[in-house]
């Protein structure tokens, strides 16, 4: 019997997460079947999936139509955010005995604040803590975007020892943003030691904006850097986690129990179908990180997928990353245009989702 490449992962050290949800993957024992075969070790959230799942699908409606008896003028927003937190709160029971065996270092689930607020750094911190409070489960993260408002977010809240997923980062700058937010914000902390964080970073939207500014140069040696930047730009930021968190910067935090705020893959599923479907997995799998999966691209890995030990690793970044910039491709503005694009689509996905709701309201 082929082993299980999905498992081979969590022995690695990476962690599997599923970047979906649905109430119906709790009701058919599917979610059950992905912990106990599959390996998998939590789950992310975000309005664009929230979006999906409710308007796709007739799995909330009788939530929908109990909410609605009581307040028939429950604000789209607040209908939301009550759908919301009973799956996030759902997932994150399912995920407990992950969360217990793996001593806190693993079992998440992500709920994301709104995107409307991705510019407001109070505006943010005030929901944050709300919806910590709200869902009440010691295994939630609450996702916060890497932007220049929620930079400073991100440390107020994990002073507070909340966990946090940051999210939509792209660049090396974002990474450092980060990193040294989230080790302020421990200093900062009563009890450090209670503190989980992830900083998801996004994988293949780098390639598919690289690829094309290459393929509009079009030269032979522009055309043979396609598909490579996005794992090249990853690697670097692998390294320089370890330079900050197995280095003296993190060292006395390391003495209080601190947790390392492990990098996140985000957005792996792979958009070129010239690309191997499984791409991206195969590439970063590494100790102390996690990758956040599309459920097909999940399907394919253990189909087909290689797990590859400390993969992220290995090759030289430089050697794609110097003639990107030579070729006048600077990842920098290249991940400040994606990180702006990602806020207006999860925005947009969000402005959908309350019309979704609207609409369902009429008919129920």
């Known amino acids: 019997m082929k082993n299980n490449s999905l498992v081979d992962l969590e022995n690695y050290g990476q962690g599997i997460w599923l970047d979906y949800i649905r109430r119906d993957l709790f009701l058919s024992g599917e979610l059950k079947r992905l912990i106990e075969q599959d390996g998998l070790t939590g789950m992310t959230s975000n309005p664009t999936i929230f979006e999906k799942a409710i308007s796709g699908s007739t799995d909330y409606d009788a939530q929908l139509s109990g909410l609605l008896k009581v307040d028939p003028h429950m604000p789209a927003d607040v209908l939301y955010e009550k759908i919301a937190i009973q799956d996030i709160q759902t997932a994150a029971d399912f995920f407990i005995p992950v969360y217990k065996r793996k001593e806190k270092g693993d079992g998440y689930v992500s709920l994301e604040v709104s995107p409307y607020l991705a510019h407001d750094t109070q505006g943010t911190i005030a929901q944050a803590r709300r919806l910590w409070t709200t869902v009440a489960r010691p295994n939630v993260m609450i996702k916060v975007p890497a932007t220049k408002e929620g930079i400073p977010a991100i440390e107020t809240l994990i002073a507070e020892g909340i966990n946090i997923n940051i999210t939509l980062m792209f660049t090396m700058a974002h990474y450092e943003a980060v990193a ?185």
């Not at 290689?306 to 920098?332: S, T």
């Open 180 to 364: 040294q937010a989230y080790i302020r914000g421990l200093r900062r902390c009563r009890k450090p030691e209670g503190v989980s964080s992830v900083a998801s970073f996004f994988v293949s939207r780098v390639d598919t904006a690289v690829d094309k500014a290459l393929e509009s140069i079009g030269t032979e040696a522009a055309l043979n850097l396609r598909g490579q930047a996005a794992i090249a730009n990853s690697r670097m930021v692998y390294r320089r986690f370890l330079e900050v968190f197995e280095g003296p910067t993190f060292a006395a935090l390391r003495k209080k129990g601190a947790r390392v705020q492990r990098p996140l893959w985000a957005s792996t599923g792979t958009k070129n179908p010239a690309y191997s479907d499984v791409l991206y997995v195969e590439e970063l799998a590494g100790l102390n990180t996690v990758d956040t999966i599309p459920p097909e691209t999940l399907k394919n890995f253990r189909d087909h997928g290689v797990a590859k030990k400390d993969e992220v690793e290995k090759g030289q970044p430089q050697e794609i990353l110097g003639p990107l910039a030579k070729l006048g491709i600077d990842l920098n503005a290249v991940g400040e245009k994606l990180q702006q694009d990602g806020v207006e689509s999860f925005a947009a996905s969000f402005k959908k989702l309350l019309g979704a709701l609207e609409e369902k309201r009429g008919k129920v």
